[in-house]
Structure formats: structure tokens, C-alpha cells
Nanobody, 115 residues
Framework: QVQFVESGGGLVQPGGSLRLSCAASGIIFSIYTMGWYRQVPGKQRELVATITSGGTTNYADSVKGRFTISRDNVKNMAYLQMNSLKPEDTAVYYC?????????WGQGTQVTVSS
């Protein structure tokens, strides 16, 4: 069956770094656009970054220059390298695979940026 497992979240001080990972199984990973989204309580889930099957990336303005999305089509993994973290980056981060009208979400991983 289709399964996504996110990992790498945690508590980090402002200015620190974290690397999120998303392990996918049950899909032909290489043909999907992969994305990272985040959500805080009481707010809508928002786009953080996406990477197409061809490697084209797109970032929210709030994370440009600080976050980097990447993928490994051999290992069926997607990553989000987060540097220079700010308290406002605190959220649950979700990975998503998209192709046409099909969207598959992971269960989320908590990222907390606090001193």
C-alpha cells in the first residue's frame, strides 16, 4: 500500500538547522511532484516548497534562501533542508506527492523553533 513516513522534526533554537526526510513506498516515486507543506493550529496548511519529477523547484517567499528541497529517485526519498530557522517556522510539516488530481499526504512531523 501507499505509505509516506516523515522524520527529522524536533526542537531547535533560532538560527539552527534541521533536515526533514520523507520516505515513500507503494508509488512510482519518480513521476510525482513532491512537496513540503506546513500548518499551525488555527491556520490553513501552506506551501513551503515543491520539486517536480524533472527537478524544478519552487519555494514560498518566506523560506527562499533558507530552505532547500531535494529528492532521491533511487531511494524514493524527499528532503527539506532548513537553515536559519525562525520561531515563525514552527509548525507541523507534511510531505505530499502529486500527480494530476492525485494527492498523497504524509502524517506530518513537528518542527519547533524556540530558545
Amino acid at each position: 500500500q501507499v505509505q509516506f513516513v516523515e522524520s527529522g522534526g524536533g526542537l531547535v533554537q533560532p538560527g539552527g538547522s534541521l533536515r526533514l526526510s520523507c520516505a515513500a513506498s507503494g508509488i512510482i516515486f519518480s513521476i510525482y511532484t513532491m512537496g513540503w507543506y506546513r500548518q499551525v493550529p488555527g491556520k490553513q496548511r501552506e506551501l513551503v516548497a515543491t520539486i517536480t519529477s524533472g527537478g524544478t523547484t519552487n519555494y514560498a517567499d518566506s523560506v527562499k534562501g533558507r530552505f532547500t528541497i531535494s529528492r532521491d529517485n533511487v531511494k524514493n526519498m524527499a528532503y527539506l533542508q532548513m537553515n536559519s530557522l525562525k520561531p515563525e517556522d514552527t509548525a507541523v510539516y507534511y510531505c505530499k506527492a502529486s500527480r494530476g488530481s492525485r494527492n498523497i499526504w504524509g502524517q506530518g512531523t513537528q518542527v519547533t523553533v524556540s530558545s
